[in-house]
C-alpha cells in the first residue's frame, strides 16, 4: 500500500517538474523596465532590460533585485499550488487527515 502511494507521489512530482517547466510567471519591475520571466521550476527563463534604466546604477541594481524576487516568489507560490494538487490526488483517504494539504 505505501508502496504504492510512493511510487505515486513520485510520479506525480515528475509530472509536475515537467509541466512546471512549460509553464511561466511574469514580473516587471516598479519603473516597468525590467521584465523577468520564470517558469514554474523557480529558473529565470528571460531578462528584458530597457536601456534607459541603465544611465541610473543604483535604480537599475534595485529594480533587478525586486524584479528577481518577485518573479521567483510568483513561481515558488504557483509551485506549491501545484504540488498541493498532486499531493491531495495521489493520497488515499485517511480519516481524520482532512484539510491536512489546505
Given at each position: 500500500m505505501f508502496g504504492d502511494i510512493k511510487n505515486k507521489l513520485n510520479q506525480g512530482k515528475e509530472d509536475l517538474a515537467k509541466r512546471m517547466a512549460d509553464t511561466y510567471v511574469r514580473s516587471l519591475s516598479?519603473?516597468?523596465?525590467?521584465?523577468?520571466?520564470?517558469?514554474?521550476?523557480?529558473?529565470?527563463?528571460?531578462i528584458k532590460i530597457h536601456e534607459e534604466i541603465y544611465e541610473d546604477k543604483e535604480q537599475f541594481e534595485d529594480?533587478?533585485?525586486?524584479?528577481?524576487n518577485n518573479a521567483l516568489e510568483k513561481a515558488d507560490i504557483m509551485h506549491q499550488e501545484e504540488l498541493k494538487t498532486v499531493m491531495?490526488?495521489?493520497?488515499?483517504?485517511i480519516p481524520g487527515l482532512d484539510g491536512l494539504l489546505d
Open positions: 516598479p519603473s516597468k523596465q525590467i521584465e523577468i520571466i520564470a517558469n514554474g521550476n523557480r529558473q529565470i527563463m528571460d529594480e533587478l533585485i525586486i524584479c528577481l491531495k490526488s495521489n493520497m488515499p483517504n
